[in-house]
């Protein structure tokens, strides 16, 4: 039976719970056998990150420590380019030949999926596992809704069948967390505690991260 990888390429600026269970939830429902944390570099859609890779990988790592089913994966944060999940999918093929890879986005990533570079061939690399977000809308862009009809299937097994191009659409634990709210209220000077994971609130209080005051963490993006 086909092996069965999930990856989940995110800014993780920083990684917070939602992430994390998210993660998890899929990994149980589909019986994967791990789940990578793929960190980007230069993310293609959005500003200059708020902490620097370096630190963002070590906030990652922090995060996973003792789950075994989830793994950090920084082959993005060595590629001195802009992150692209074509790129990083074919790169993953190399390494794991003949297993399944199922690419997880949250429904708001899924929703922006026609703006990624090359997105159709997205299909051809992987499955596309989407998890539900709280108040995100199911998507009305009609190219996107045209491209997803036929490829739907709840069948987990499927995914083993099948080389690549399903979309499953995967309920997960709604927690309406999200990075950009846990930097707006670090920002302000609130606590991130339950919202990041211990270890993570740790070290982001240590190096007083996300409060606008921190020193350089000494990265290169
Ligand atoms: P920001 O608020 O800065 O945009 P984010 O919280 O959305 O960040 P990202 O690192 O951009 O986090 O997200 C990586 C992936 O994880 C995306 O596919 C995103 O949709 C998904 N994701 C993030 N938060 C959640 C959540 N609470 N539940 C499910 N998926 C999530």
Known sequence: MSRLLGILGGTFDPVHVGHLRSALDVCEAGGLEQVRLMPCHIPPHRGTPAVDARMRLELLRLAIDGEHQLVVDDRELRRDAVSYTVDTLHSLHLDFPGARLCLLLGSDSFNSLPSWHRWRELAELAHIVVMQRPH???????????????????????????????????????????????????????????????????????HRLYSGEQATTGGND
Request: overall charge negative.
């Open 136 to 206: 995100v809308a199911a998507a009305d862009d009609p190219v996107l809704q045209n491209w997803a009809r036929g490829r739907v299937t709840d069948d987990w097994s499927a995914l083993r069948q099948e080389a690549a191009g399903l979309v499953l659409y995967q309920p997960v634990t709604q927690l309406e967390v999200s990075a950009s709210m846990i930097r707006e209220r670090l920002a302000a000077g609130r606590s991130g505690r339950y919202l990041l994971p211990d270890a993570v609130w740790q070290s982001v209080q240590s």
